[in-house]
């Protein structure tokens, strides 16, 4: 009995290594230009924030309506309160922290010359992106707050991207 379970598990491992092969990224995918630590980088961004994940009862709510101090995850991500929020995360989805006071913030990666725009004190159309994409390797913040809007220009291609524009406070 153990050899045919020791059997099925290999069979079943060589199954999901060849279906690994065969699996493509979405088409336009373009994968980091150098190596990120983003799960790190969340986890920093977690510590920072002081939220935890949300629960499960939760899950679904839109932004507005979570407690705070939690974080979520949406793949319809957008500039608005009323954006559902989810316990899980799915492929490319995007993280929204809700911080202890209220604020609501979309993590998310950023080409250094958005970066270097908006330090320098100026408006910046950005997009974020949910996680390292070509040269979209520095991960980022985005807090309502500095958002003026939100060009409702998103990609399900192309590393799923949405577009902001943003002015840091002076």
């Known amino acids: ?5 020791v059997a099925e598990y ?3 491992g060589a199954a999901v290594l060849a279906g690994m092969a065969i699996t493509k990224m979405p088409e336009g995918y373009k994968p980091p230009v150098q190596p990120v630590d983003w799960d790190g980088a969340k986890a920093r961004f977690r510590a920072e924030h002081k939220v935890r994940q949300m629960d499960e009862e939760e899950s679904g709510n839109p932004v507005e309506s979570v407690s705070n101090g939690v974080y ?13 929020l989810f316990s899980k995360p799915s492929f490319q989805a995007f993280e929204y922290h809700r911080l202890p006071d209220g604020e609501i913030a979309i993590l998310g990666c950023l080409r250094q010359a958005d970066i270097d725009r908006l330090q320098a004190g100026e408006f910046a ?3 974020l992106y949910p996680e390292p994409y070509d040269d979209a390797i520095v991960p980022g913040v985005l807090y309502f707050r500095h958002i ?13 991207f949405i577009e902001f524009d943003v002015k840091l406070d002076d």
């Open 1 to 5: 009995m153990e050899l045919n379970f």
């Open 125 to 127: 159309t950005v997009r």
């Open 148 to 160: 003026v809007r939100s060009n409702n220009r998103m990609s399900r291609g192309n590393g799923n």
């Open 72 to 84: 979520g995850f949406t793949y319809s991500a957008g500039f608005g309160v009323t954006t559902p």
């Open 10 to 12: 290999l069979i079943y």
